[in-house]
Every structure is written in C-alpha cells, then in structure tokens.
T-cell receptor
Framework: AQSVTQLDSQVPVFEEAPVELRCNYSSSVSVYLFWYVQYPNQGLQLLLKYLSGSTLVESINGFEAEFNKSQTSFHLRKPSVHISDTAEYFCAVTNTGGFKTIFGAGTRLFVKA | DAGVTQSPTHLIKTRGQQVTLRCSPKSGHDTVSWYQQALGQGPQFIFQYYEEEERQRGNFPDRFSGHQFPNYSSELNVNALLLGDSALYLC????????????FGSGTRLTVV
C-alpha cells in the first residue's frame, strides 16, 4: 500500500520569495509521483510528474520537484512566487500498475503582496 | 477540445435518496477514475473503470457503484445517501498508454441534507 504525507497544511509567503512544499511518500513497490494544483471551485490540474529518468522535473510555470528515493520525498519548489500561485497543492503517488492514485491532504499556498 | 465534463455541477439531496453523477472523459481518453474530496481534504480514490470494467476500488462501501459505457463516459451512483457523503466528487480521465497523469473535471458538489 502507498501513502502520502504533505508536511505543511498551509504555507504563507510573500510575493517574489522562494517556496518549498514538502511531500514524503511510503510504498513497498515502485511508484510514479505527481503534483497537482487546485484553484478555488475547480478540479485538479496536473502540475508535473516523475515517471523515470532525471530526478528533477519542471513545469511550464516555473515550479520544479526533485525525486529523492533514499529520503522517499518529492518536494515542490519555486524560486519566486506570484500572487497567482495562491492555490491548494496536492502531492500524489501511483503504483506502476497505474490503477490507483493516492493523494496527500494538500498544502494551501498563500502568496501575500 | 473539451476536457473532462461533469454533470451536474451542484446537487442537493435528502438523506436516504439515491444520486447519479455523470462524467464525459477528455477526447481520446479511455480510463476513468472517480474521487471524493471532502472539504479541506485531499481526493479519496473511489474506483477506476477501463473497458467498461471496474479495475480497482478504494475503501468505499457498496452503496457506491459505477458504470462505464462503450463511449468511455461514466456514471457514479450512490444509494442510501448519508450526511457524510456531502463532498466534491471528481472525475478524472487518461489514456491507458500515455503516462499516468490524469485530467480532472471541475467536479460535482453534492450536499446531503
């Protein structure tokens, strides 16, 4: 069985500051890892994913995440946040069979002016 | 190209009633998963459908059932509604052979009174 722990429920940060949203996972089998973003009253949008290969993955809007197998982590980072990045961010894990994706409880990123 | 479409967007039901939620996957997608997202929590996996069969199920009672049609659209049925079933129900789709990231719909907000 897999599980996902997002270590911070809320992260307030000032605009243009760097941010890190932490995610740890537990699994006895190989997994794929994801970050999704959810804006108010909307569904989830895939931000980035790690399937294999380079452990550093990037999104088109400046976010990046690094897969660390030894620490079973997949933290999300952005060097300079914008007001528009305010949203709920979910870390997720899928076993390599791909049938079931498990989500963390979410981290609310609040960017202040 | 429409993404994942869910209907209705909002629904109010009385305890004990039955409800059917509908989902049309993104064009080209053949796999549909359903999630329940309670307020302030991450999405919880209900089940996944592929080729009109339920492939895997989460920890939900038999009151939750589903169906996938030949055109890949899907329904989620919940019988004997409880107050605790109040949540945002999300449908997500993907193509089996194209990685494991999902496209989510905006959800159906179900309120049980």
């Amino acid at each position: 069985a897999q599980s996902v722990t997002q270590l911070d429920s809320q992260v307030p940060v000032f605009e243009e500051a760097p941010v890190e949203l932490r995610c740890n996972y537990s699994s006895s089998v190989s997994v794929y890892l994801f970050w999704y973003v959810q804006y108010p009253n909307q569904g989830l949008q895939l931000l980035l994913k790690y399937l294999s290969g380079s452990t550093l993955v990037e999104s088109i809007n400046g976010f990046e995440a690094e897969f660390n197998k030894s620490q079973t982590s997949f933290h999300l980072r952005k060097p300079s946040v914008h007001i528009s990045d305010t949203a709920e961010y979910f870390c997720a894990v899928t076993n390599t069979g791909g049938f079931k994706t498990i989500f963390g409880a979410g981290t609310r990123l609040f960017v202040k002016a | 190209d429409a993404g994942v479409t869910q209907s209705p967007t909002h629904l109010i039901k009385t305890r004990g009633q039955q409800v059917t939620l509908r989902c049309s996957p993104k064009s080209g997608h053949d796999t549909v998963s359903w999630y329940q997202q309670a307020l302030g929590q991450g999405p919880q996996f209900i089940f996944q459908y592929y080729e009109e069969e339920e492939r895997q199920r989460g920890n939900f009672p038999d009151r939750f059932s589903g169906h996938q049609f030949p055109n890949y659209s899907s329904e989620l049925n919940v019988n004997a509604l409880l107050l605790g079933d109040s949540a945002l129900y999300l449908c997500a789709s993907r193509h089996t052979g194209q990685g494991y990231g999902y496209t989510f719909g905006s959800g159906t907000r179900l309120t049980v009174v």
